[in-house]
């Protein structure tokens, strides 16, 4: 089994600032890919920003230049660091990874999601 821990959410201003985390644990042998994506009320959920093995990263385009995405390796955990919020930026973000277990070299699993809430 493999599972994903989300934190950090919460409720901020805008403009201001949140890191999110999120940890990999379980029969992992490597992590080929780690993200964020989220969804807000009534719409579909959205690529938000992806980091791969080798740390070649992409962003959504509305939040590049605000988001920045990082993974620790040993620590099988990725972040993002969130800057000039906006309520636009409301959802409920989700941890998303692609990893090679025994069983599936390209297992795709879920965080339980971290709620994002920006005030005007």
């Known amino acids: 089994q493999v599972q994903l821990v989300e934190s950090g959410g919460g409720l901020v201003q805008a403009g201001g600032s949140l890191r999110l985390s999120c940890a990999a644990s379980?029969?992992?042998?490597?992590?080929?890919?780690m993200g964020w994506y989220r969804q807000a009320p009534g719409k579909q959920r959205e690529l938000v920003a992806i980091i791969t093995s080798d740390g070649s990263t992409n962003y959504r385009n509305s939040v590049k230049g605000r988001f920045t995405i990082s993974r620790d390796n040993a620590k099988s955990t990725v972040y993002v660091q969130m800057n000039s919020l906006t309520p636009e930026d409301t959802a409920v973000y989700y941890c998303n990874a692609e990893i090679r277990t025994a069983w599936d070299p390209k297992y795709v699993c879920w965080g339980q999601g971290t709620q994002v809430t920006v005030s005007s």
């Open positions: 379980g029969s992992i042998i490597s992590i080929n890919s």
